[in-house]
C-alpha cells in the first residue's frame, strides 16, 4: 500500500479497534494510539538534512523500497515516518509499505535473528534484486536495547530509554545508515 493508504488503515484501527483481533487487547491499542500521536509529530516535525536530502534526490535510477510495519509497533512510529519524508519528492523511488501480519507474509525471508522483527525497509532496484536491506531499527538504538535486556531492565524501562534515544537522534542515525547502505 502507499503512504497515505497506510495512514487511512491506522485511523481505521483507531476509530474501530473492534474490526482487528490483535487491537482488542487494551495494551496494544494503548501503544497504538501513543504511536499515532509520535508518527504524527514526526511528520510534522521530522525533515532530512542537506546531505541525505541531497544523495536521496540524486537517485535517479528506479528503486523499489518496502517497507515492512505494523501501526503497533513502537520503532515504526519514529521509523516510518522519517523513512517517508527521505523518499517522498523522488519519483525514481517508491514506497510500499507492507504488513508483517498480512498476506504476503515477506517478513519472512528478512529475519532479524530469527525473529518478525519490525520495522524493516527492502530497497530492490528494477530488476527486482535487493540492494540493500535495513532494521528494525538504528544501531545505536539495537545496541541500547541489547545492553538493557542483559541487563534484566523490564520492557516498560527498555521502551522509555528506546523512546529518549529516538528524540534524542532526531532521524540522524536513520539518516546515515541508509545513505550508507546506499553508497
Known amino acids: ?40 509529530r514526526w511528520l510534522k516535525k521530522f525533515q532530512p538534512n542537506a546531505e541525505t536530502t541531497s544523495f536521496i ?11 515492512i510495519t505494523e501501526p503497533w509497533c513502537g520503532d515504526a512510529a519514529h521509523s516510518v515516518p522519517m523513512i517517508y519524508q527521505l523518499v517522498k519528492n523522488n519519483p ?13 507474509y515477506i517478513i519472512e525471508q528478512y529475519l532479524t535473528n530469527g525473529g518478525k522483527s519490525i520495522p524493516k525497509l527492502i530497497i530492490r532496484n528494477e530488476e527486482g534484486e535487493d540492494i540493500a536491506v535495513w532494521g528494525p531499527r538504528p544501531q545505536g538504538c539495537t545496541d541500547l536495547f541489547v ?12 521502551k522509555e530509554e528506546i523512546q529518549k534515544w529516538y528524540n534524542h537522534d532526531k532521524g540522524v ?11
Open 1 to 40: 500500500m502507499q503512504f497515505d493508504e497506510y495512514i487511512s488503515y491506522f485511523q481505521t484501527i483507531l476509530d474501530d479497534p473492534q474490526q482487528y483481533e490483535v487491537y482488542q487487547d487494551e495494551e496494544i491499542l494503548s501503544y497504538t494510539k501513543l504511536n499515532w500521536s509520535r508518527m504524527n
Open 57 to 67: 534526490s540524486g537517485i535517479s535510477i528506479k528503486q523499489h523500497w518496502i517497507l
Open 147 to 158: 545492553m538493557m535486556k542483559e541487563k534484566g531492565a523490564e520492557f516498560h524501562e527498555i
Open 173 to 183: 542515525a536513520i539518516q546515515q545508515e541508509i545513505v550508507s547502505l546506499l553508497s
Open 92 to 104: 525514481a523511488i517508491v514506497l510500499d509499505i507492507q504488513l508483517r501480519d498480512s498476506e504476503p
